[in-house]
């Protein structure tokens, strides 16, 4: 079955410093991995996917997210964050059956301090 | 161009009442989804819809939940003899169909159930 991985339920990260939330995947065939992000009381918003192609892939609001098949990561990167991107982050991975629903990780809380 | 709404955004009802929640996709949109997103199970998909498709309701987690797709546009989630269990953010979403599904879902800001 596929799966995700977030291995922190929260990550800390001073304003201008770059941030990295994590994600490592497991499925069967090639992965079509995406990451969203969800600001309280809000649903969610999607960021970037990763498909095939480039393994660094560039998403909105100036993230980015590296796809590493040895690793099976696809950790989502900024290099200098904002008060503003403080909220919840979420990977997920299509799940091969027909349906394409997605999976989702745990979610990583993201706190940004001024 | 307009997103994905969902009404009510908020719902507060009592054990045993059966409640409806309503989904609007983006125009379109031939593929709708509906997940639960709870404290406890994280977000998980309930069931999904594309075009006249017969829907694949692997995910509802008892016979008391349902859903329609009318038209091939709004889609309406029904809970009956609502349980405490129930208590979620119910989120809908909707993509563009397409073979090998690559194509990112779009969500709607939920409707917040709470069961008494």
């Known amino acids: 079955a596929q799966s995700v991985a977030q291995p922190e339920d929260q990550v800390n990260v001073a304003e201008g410093n770059p941030l990295t939330v994590k994600c490592t995947y497991s499925v069967s065939g090639n992965p079509y991995l995406f990451w969203y992000v969800q600001y309280p009381n809000r649903g969610l918003q999607f960021l970037l996917k990763y498909i095939t192609g480039d393994n660094l892939v560039k998403g909105s609001y100036g993230f980015e997210a590296e796809f590493n098949k040895s690793q099976t990561s696809f950790h989502l990167k900024k290099p200098s964050a904002l008060v503003s991107d403080s909220a919840l982050y979420f990977c997920?991975?299509?799940?091969?059956?027909?349906?394409?629903?997605?999976?989702f990780g745990t979610g990583t809380l993201l706190a940004v301090q001024p | 161009g307009a997103g994905v709404s969902q009404s009510p955004s908020n719902k507060v009802t009592e054990k045993g009442k059966d409640v409806e929640l309503r989904c609007d996709p983006i125009?379109?949109?031939?593929?709708l989804y509906w997940y639960r997103q709870s404290l406890g199970q994280g977000l998980e998909f309930l069931i999904y819809f594309q075009g006249n498709s017969a829907p694949d309701k692997s995910g509802l987690p008892s016979d008391r939940f349902s859903a329609e797709r009318t038209g091939g546009s709004v889609s309406t989630l029904t809970i009956q003899r609502t349980q405490q269990e129930d208590s979620a953010v119910y989120l809908c979403?909707?993509?563009?169909?397409?073979?090998?599904?690559?194509?990112?879902?779009?969500f709607g800001p939920g409707t917040r159930l709470t069961v008494l």
């Open positions: 997920a991975v299509r799940d091969g059956g027909a349906t394409n629903k997605l999976i």
């Open positions: 979403a909707s993509s563009l169909a397409g073979a090998g599904g690559y194509n990112e879902q779009f």
């Open positions: 125009s379109g949109h031939t593929a």
